[in-house]
């Protein structure tokens, strides 16, 4: 039988939405089953998957609270599937910020939730003034300077490297060869 993949998101201005598509293209390429849900849509049993992928972006410091609670609820669960979880972030656009071991988020919420995917990534977002509200975009302007980030910018900034994105894709199915998790 294939091996059966699910990814499931959590995006709002739709960056996180945008890597898990191209990850579920990706994926699908390689000729393997893959289906794409928002947090909000998934409804299946998780342990029908052989790996799932969590992607969560950040907003003033936190994930969704929907993917905090979907983790903390079904962790035995997700013990026994192989488990990808990233986080996007506009910290991570620094270098020294951008992997699991340096993302001050993605360490603080896997710290709070008590969970350690097979796989973590964290991955850089976009900046966008023009689609954020009044207050929102007086905050991110803030955040930015105080992180010595552009405050002023003409046009959506992606800082997502998409190399990097594949380069998770291809660890996911690398993974998923290996076979299933031995508890
Ligand atoms: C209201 C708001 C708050 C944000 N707060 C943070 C933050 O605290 N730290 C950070 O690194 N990025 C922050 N970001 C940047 C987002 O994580 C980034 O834009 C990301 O691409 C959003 O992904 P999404 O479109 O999937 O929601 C914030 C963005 C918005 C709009």
Same mark, same amino acid.
């Given at each position: 039988?294939?091996k ?9 201005? #739709?960056?996180?939405?945008?890597i898990? %598509? ?6 699908? #390429?390689q000729?393997?089953?893959?289906t794409?849900?928002?947090? %909000?849509?998934?409804? %299946? ?25 979907f &983790?903390s609820?079904n962790?035995e @669960?997700l ?13 991570? =656009? @620094?270098?020294?910020?951008?992997s *699991? ?7 603080k919420?896997?710290?709070? &939730?008590?969970?350690? /995917?097979?796989? /973590?990534? &964290?991955f ?5 003034? =023009? ?5 929102d +975009? ?11 980030? *552009?405050? @002023?910018?003409? @046009? ?7 190399k +990097?994105?594949?380069d998770?894709? %291809?660890?996911v ?6 076979? /299933? +998790?031995?508890?």
């Open positions: 039988m294939g059966k993949i699910g990814i499931i998101y959590s995006s709002v201005d #739709g960056q996180t939405k945008k898990s %598509e191209a990850l579920l293209h990706q994926i699908r #390429g000729h393997m089953e893959a794409l849900w928002s947090i %909000e849509d998934f409804k %299946e049993k998780v342990t029908d998957f052989d790996l799932l992928i969590i992607g969560a972006s950040i907003r003033y410091g936190k994930h969704n609270i929907r993917v905090r609670e &983790v609820n962790k @669960k013990d026994k599937v192989i488990t990808a979880f990233f986080s996007v972030n506009l910290v991570a =656009r @620094k270098e020294e910020k951008n *699991p071991d340096t993302n001050p988020y993605l360490i919420f896997l710290k709070e &939730v008590e969970w350690e /995917p097979d796989l /973590p990534a &964290v850089a977002g976009k900046l966008d003034y =023009r689609a954020y509200s009044f207050l +975009r007086i905050m991110i302007k803030l955040i930015m300077k105080l992180t010595h980030g *552009p405050t @002023k910018t003409e @046009k959506a900034i992606e800082y997502t490297d998409w +990097r994105v594949r998770f894709g %291809e660890l199915l690398t993974r998923l060869e290996r076979g /299933p +998790r031995q508890n």
